[in-house]
Each structure stands twice: as structure tokens, then as C-alpha cells.
């Protein structure tokens, strides 16, 4: 037991020390949405390692983590910031973003729209094909 929870701390230490980086690589807004004066946090992309993976990881707003924890019950103006972050530089807000699109590609057009029109090079297909949300 005690063994477990160091471990959990050792691990938190890290997703924390991440941070650092990820605040830099987002410039204080969240990956996602944009947002700005939000509060960020790291948010790991399932399936979450037992060790962390920095490429792995968004630094996100509050309302993006929740969304990402109800997908199917979002609604569909809470989800229009995919318009943008399908287009990230960043592999992993890319990969992501793809993958949510084609969750609701079904549920709405312009979704599947912009599923069309995207590129999606190797490295993100190797971290899209990995999701698991
Ligand atoms: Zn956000």
C-alpha cells in the first residue's frame, strides 16, 4: 500500500514537472480552446502510462476537461473549438482533436466536413491510432 502511493506521488511529481514545459509550448492559453485567464492544468491523454509521456500531454482550461470527460453529452457549440485545434502544430492537440471529430462526425456536418479537408501526417496517426478516450 504505502509502496503504491509513493509511486503515485513519484508519478504526480512528473506530470506536474511537465507543466513547466507544457505552459511554455501552450503560451498560458489552453491547447484546446484558446482560452486565456483560464486556469490550466495537465490533462493526459488516455491511455494513461505508468510512466508519463510528455508528448502525451495538453495543458487545458477546466471547461475543455470536462467536456473531454462527456463527449457525447457536449454540446455542439462547447465542441466548435475543434475548428481550430485540428489545425495545432502540436501532434498530440492534433491527434485529439481528429479523434473527437470522428466521434461526432455522425452528428454533425461540419464535423465531418473538417474531418475531410484535415492532413494527417505519421506521427500524428501513430498518436491517434493510440487513444483510447
Ligand atoms: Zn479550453
Not at 489552453?30 to 495543458?59: H, I, R, T
Not at 462527456?70 to 462547447?78: F, G, H, P, Q, V
Request: charged letters at 35%; proline letters at 3%; a negative charge.
Amino acid at each position: 500500500m504505502a509502496k503504491g502511493f509513493d509511486k503515485d506521488r513519484e508519478r504526480k511529481g512528473k506530470v506536474s514537472y511537465f507543466g513547466k514545459d507544457l505552459t511554455r509550448r501552450a503560451k498560458s492559453s489552453c491547447e484546446l480552446c484558446e482560452a486565456s485567464n483560464q486556469k490550466l492544468g495537465v490533462y493526459e491523454v488516455p491511455p494513461v502510462e505508468e510512466e508519463p509521456v510528455f508528448e502525451q500531454c495538453l495543458f487545458i482550461c477546466e471547461n475543455c476537461r470536462k467536456i473531454l470527460g462527456s463527449i457525447e453529452d457536449a454540446d455542439e457549440n462547447e465542441l466548435r473549438f475543434l475548428n481550430s485545434a485540428v489545425w495545432s502544430e502540436v501532434p498530440i492537440v492534433k491527434a485529439l482533436a481528429v479523434h473527437i471529430l470522428k466521434k461526432i462526425k455522425d452528428r454533425y456536418i461540419w464535423a465531418s466536413e473538417l474531418l475531410e479537408t484535415v492532413y494527417i501526417d505519421e506521427e500524428v496517426e501513430e498518436l491517434l491510432n493510440k487513444i483510447t478516450l
